[in-house]
């Protein structure tokens, strides 16, 4: 555990990237802070004194005065600065435009002594920005050393300088001094397709940002596609120019445009369409074999990582519709009765459309009992915190109840609870209504009770002579309730007396 307090970080960057391994730092003057632990980084997030585990996102910034200022970090939104992440984009772009256009520059003639200026002006530019992260961003990332966070440039710059990323940075040698040898030839700029570290960085603090990152990499994934199509168009015009334009049936004839008429060569061949002409040198033979071989295993591995992404982006909607067919074949190998099929159907549909998921506490059971508080208390202590019954109670109480919640969703009509019950359960009303009915036939509404509504509490809290149900409860219409069960409420009130004295009280 890293203790904090009051850092002085003028004009320094910061990056971070949440882990779930890493540190994280707990301060009462800190509400969001971020630290660097070798390649991976922790958030630290607290309503109050404590430590709350890392969570899975990047946050970057210039650090303007005091730890706890630091621009880039929101408030309980979470919002992540895009600062950084608009650097890297610039950054990727650059290394894109040398990734795509050198091979294109160096294959097709579209490089000529009228326009080389703009090319030399548009690869410079790239330049510039590869220097300005080698000098500027890079050298400035703060990082955990014995558990203290480092902010001195001289420390920063030398931690970067130890790591894999500033020798692969070495790398990017100017090889366009041999222009004055060779002339300007595109593929001297090849080293400047080793900058992709950041590209790969990009994509990963992008994923972060994004609400839903598979659509991204559905993008990127067809990208790569496209790179390798791109890539056979610039070999197969290279080759045809190497035999001669038009000099074979299977050369390019040199008509139209050459780039579109050799991208569309390519992807007959890769995607191993046909209907291409025989290659009838050795030369051509050997060329065409390996594209058949690298189309079957680019296109194997790409189809491959798109289903991985689209099994990914629907893997909750594919777990809800196997739940349910699983029950309906159960109820149907029963002979349950029809209408309890419908409403078991029912149940399934509108909770899924209303939650997205079938049960929430599957989804944070796996998360630390402190990032279960935030989540909770972001999500439900507004709902609570306006319920009658606990106003005036300890604070912490209500957080502690707050990650004992369960929520349910009640069909119309449904029965949440009926007299004479023995009372296990308190409810609260998430969303929609209840009524309790009664009367001699069943069926008289003496009240409605809305969002924010508590019962169920006589019986839980044992007042009045017993834990037994006065009332009967039915959803009117669909009704999302959170369940709060005895033994949970008395395991909190346990450690809170004044406010099991007030709870008492109220519930007489």
Known sequence: ????????????????????????????NLKYGLLRTKDRF????????????????????????????????DTASLSLDLVY?????????????????????????????????LWLLADYLCDLIYILDIMVFQPRLQFVRSGDIVFDKKDMRKNYMK????????????????????????????????????????NDRLEAILTKAYVYRVIRTTSYLLYCLHCNACLFYWISAYEGLGSTKWVYDGKGNSYIRCYYFAVKTLITIGGLPEPTTLFEIIFQLINYF????????????????????????????????????YMASYRIPKDVQN???????????????????????????????????????????????????????????LKSLRSVVYL???????????????????????????????????????????????????VGGGNRRTANVVAHGFANLFILDKKDLNEILVHYPESQKLLRKKAR
């Open 294 to 329: 690298v189309g079957v295993f680019a296109f194997s591995i790409m189809i491959g990582q798109m289903r991985d992404v689209v099994g990914a982006a629907t893997s909750g909607q594919t777990y809800y519709r196997a739940c349910m067919d699983n029950t309906v074949k």
């Open 42 to 73: 922790s958030l630290v997030s607290k309503h109050s004194t404590g430590t709350v585990p890392a969570l899975s996102f990047e946050v970057w910034g210039w650090c303007l005065g005091d730890f706890s200022h630091c621009w880039g970090v």
């Open 163 to 202: 790591t894999f990323r500033f020798k692969v940075d070495l790398h990017l040698v100017p090889l366009e001094l041999f222009y004055f040898k060779t002339g300007i030839n595109p593929l001297l700029r090849f080293p400047r397709l080793l900058k992709v570290m950041s590209f790969f960085e990009f």
């Open 343 to 401: 409403r078991v159907k029912t149940w399934y549909n509108y909770t899924w459309q209303s939650q997205g998921m079938l049960d929430e506490q599957e989804l944070l059971v796996q998360l630390p009992d402190k990032m279960r508080l935030d989540i909770a208390v972001d999500v439900n202590y507004d709902i609570v915190s306006k319920v009658s019954l606990f106003q005036g109670c300890d604070r912490q109480m209500i957080f502690d109840m």
């Open 412 to 462: 119309p009509g449904d029965y949440v609870c009926k007299k004479g019950e023995v009372g296990r359960e308190m409810y609260i009303i998430k969303a929609g209504e209840v009524q309790v009915v009664g009367g001699p036939d069943g069926k008289t509404v003496f009240v409605t009770l809305k969002s924010g509504s508590v019962f169920g509490e006589i019986s839980l809290l044992a």
């Open 85 to 117: 992440v608009l650097w890297l984009f610039f950054v990727t772009l650059a290394w894109n435009w040398n990734v795509w256009l050198i091979p294109m520059r160096w294959a097709f003639p579209y490089q000529t002594p009228s326009n080389i200026y």
């Open 1 to 28: 555990m890293i203790q904090g307090g009051n850092h002085t970080c003028r004009d320094h960057l910061f990056t971070y990237s949440a882990s779930h391994n890493d540190m994280a730092v707990g301060t009462k």
